[in-house]
């Protein structure tokens, strides 16, 4: 009776086996015949270009309407200025999130979103925020993934068929943070709010029954040097982002503020390694404010866009997406 158990459990797995190896080869080898001399990569992907932006509350676009931050100008005027293939933005950033965060959710938010590409905007936060364990993130099997993504047709026929089913009105963001206007004398409304956060928003992303922990614990009492582990997320991000097959463009702070510039000098280290892709807004208040040291019309005085400065953020974006990458 053993021996047949054994044997049906053998067969119970080795079919569903077999016939994805014989898929596999049925797909290799058709690819092989109708091959043409172009890369297949854009085949496998239809529908529109999707974006999914990561960041804290600079992308999170706090103080403004959900429809004035950059990723929504950004859907707003692409969609309005180019033809195909029409974009669609998902906001997934959330005030206080540092990049410890972002790196620890970053293969969960490509597998459950399938993005063609991911923008981070984050680092001012790993200043004074609670960094989470990212070790689980560097490990070995980014190499297997790899494999995956470049030779394995079987993986990319389920990536496009799993990535139809994001439904971006099941996407919870907690907006706790939506309902605070900027006060220009003292912005008690933001310090009250973030004393709440203090609270714990340990997982501010929902969709469906996954959470996402990006969310803020205020705790600068525990972090060791911030701008060394910041620089070692980002290029952790960039080799989880192409294990995945996915574009991700790093975007620096468009101010060089206190602290700020420490950061966006970690953003232009990471430009310089061979698989960094930064957009430097860096220069986007010396072009449009030179002689306005304080740029009130783009930015608020603790240097947060205002919707002007998200629509040039989102501006400058669309025209770095479009280039080569």
Same mark, same amino acid.
């Given at each position: 009776m053993k021996a047949i158990s054994r044997l049906c459990f053998t067969w119970l797995v080795a079919i569903p086996l077999m016939s994805v190896l014989s898929l596999e080869v049925v797909l290799q080898v058709g690819a092989r015949l109708a091959h043409t001399?172009?890369?297949?990569?854009?085949?496998?992907?239809?529908?529109? =270009?999707?974006?999914?932006?990561?960041?804290?509350?600079?992308? &999170?676009g706090l103080y403004l309407a959900a429809e004035e931050s950059y990723p929504a100008r950004l859907e707003e005027l692409w969609n309005a200025s180019v033809a195909a293939p029409k974009i669609e933005v998902i906001n997934l950033g959330y005030p206080g999130t540092n990049s410890s965060r972002i790196l620890k959710n970053?293969?969960?938010? $490509?597998?459950?979103?399938?993005?063609?590409?991911?923008t981070v905007l984050v680092g001012i936060n790993d200043f004074w925020t609670q960094p989470v364990d990212t070790s689980d993130q560097r490990d070995g099997w980014l190499r297997s993934l790899i494999w995956l993504r470049d030779s394995s047709r079987v993986y990319k026929i389920v &990536?496009?068929?799993?990535?139809?089913?994001?439904?971006?009105?099941?996407?919870? $963001?907690?907006?706790?943070?939506r309902h605070n206007p900027y006060d220009p004398a003292f912005n008690r409304q933001y310090t009250d709010a973030v004393a709440k956060a203090q609270k714990e928003v340990d997982a501010a992303v929902r969709y469906g029954d996954r959470?996402?922990?990006?969310?803020?614990? &205020?705790?600068?009492?525990?972090?060791?040097?911030?701008?060394?582990? =910041?620089?070692?997320?980002?290029?952790?991000?960039?080799?989880?982002?192409?294990?995945?097959?996915?574009?991700? =463009?790093?975007?620096?702070?468009a101010v060089n503020g206190p602290m700020f510039e420490w950061v966006n000098k970690e953003y232009r280290s990471v430009s310089q390694t061979a698989s960094g892709e930064v957009l430097d =807004?860096?220069?986007?208040?010396?072009?449009?404010? #030179?002689?306005? #040291?304080?740029?009130?019309?783009?930015?608020?005085?603790?240097?947060?866009?205002?919707?002007?400065?998200?629509?040039?953020?989102?501006?400058?974006?669309?025209?770095? $997406?479009?280039?080569?990458?």
């Open positions: 001399g172009r890369s297949d990569v854009t085949g496998w992907k239809t529908g529109n =270009l999707r974006v999914v932006c990561l960041g804290d509350s600079h992308t &999170y970053l293969p969960d938010v $490509i597998a459950t979103f399938k993005p063609d590409i991911v &990536y496009m068929l799993q990535r139809q089913r994001v439904n971006r009105e099941a996407i919870q $963001i907690d907006q706790s943070f959470a996402f922990s990006l969310g803020a614990v &205020y705790d600068a009492g525990k972090k060791d040097k911030p701008m060394q582990a =910041l620089r070692e997320n980002l290029l952790a991000m960039n080799r989880i982002a192409d294990a995945k097959g996915v574009r991700l =463009l790093l975007i620096s702070y =807004l860096t220069t986007l208040m010396q072009t449009r404010c #030179p002689d306005d #040291p304080v740029c009130a019309r783009y930015f608020f005085s603790d240097w947060h866009p205002t919707a002007a400065g998200s629509a040039e953020i989102a501006s400058r974006l669309q025209r770095a $997406i479009t280039s080569s990458p």
